[in-house]
């Protein structure tokens, strides 16, 4: 069965530095999305992609944040950066349709120190 | 905003069934989704249901949607040690796609 794949699976940085999240979405899909989850807090919407553009982002998608697709696999998420409080958990999710289900792949933990 | 929430804790015997709450704000027509969390892991869906619908069923799994309350459920029929996780309400945006997700709830099975 097809499933999203994320890279790496956990992260530390030091903090002010460049991170690069990596996601593989489900082939087909083509609609993109990343959420993330402070420990102990809810999972929040980040961004959402399609046709090479941001479609919706969330007030913490603030210019700290940025998405590309760099090829046709590859679905990433910049923070230029870092601050203690982007450590979290971050998910990447596809949807074959905008309107429609979300897949999420296993999750980047992010450790800012 | 949208607001979706869980009650935090729930607690059954391997083999009861187990219901889980969530209550939303926004009553705009839409899919609403079950994850699955297991420790350490990504999340998993479980099943979903769009608006116009009351209820689906899903093998062991039955969700139902009161509309008039905003209130949506999962019952796990003959819950099992393996069901044990964090289980996620989560509802899909007005216009975009954005899913808004409850705080999860964490669901024990005892022996």
């Known amino acids: 069965e097809p499933e999203v794949t994320q890279t790496p699976s956990h992260q530390v940085t030091q903090m002010g530095q460049e991170v690069i999240l990596r996601c593989v979405p489900i082939?087909?899909?083509?609609?993109f999305y990343w959420y993330r989850q402070i420990l102990g807090q809810k999972v929040e919407f980040l961004v959402s992609?399609?046709?090479?553009?941001?479609?919706?982002k969330s007030e913490i998608f603030d210019d700290q944040f940025s998405v590309e697709r760099p090829d046709g696999s590859n679905f990433t998420l910049k923070i230029r950066s870092t601050k203690l409080e982007d450590s979290a958990m971050y998910f990447c999710?596809?949807?074959?349709?905008?309107?429609?289900?979300?897949?999420f792949g296993p999750g980047t933990r992010l450790t800012v120190l | 905003g949208e607001d979706v929430e869980q009650s935090l804790f729930l607690s059954v015997r391997e083999g009861d069934s187990s219901v889980i709450n969530c209550t939303y704000t926004?009553?705009?027509?839409?899919?609403l989704y079950w994850y699955k969390q297991e420790p350490g892991a990504g999340l998993q869906l479980l099943t979903y249901i769009f608006s116009n619908m009351d209820m689906k069923q899903d093998q062991r799994l039955t969700v139902l949607l009161n509309k008039k309350d905003k209130h949506l459920s999962l019952r796990i029929a003959d819950t099992q040690t393996g069901d044990s996780a964090i289980y996620f309400c989560a509802k899909g945006g007005n216009a975009g796609n954005m899913l808004t997700f409850g705080g999860g709830t964490r669901l024990m099975v005892k022996p």
């Open positions: 999710a596809s949807s074959e349709l905008g309107p429609d289900t979300q897949y």
């Open positions: 082939s087909n899909h083509l609609y």
């Open positions: 992609f399609y046709n090479n553009e941001i479609s919706e």
């Open positions: 926004d009553s705009s027509s839409t899919y």
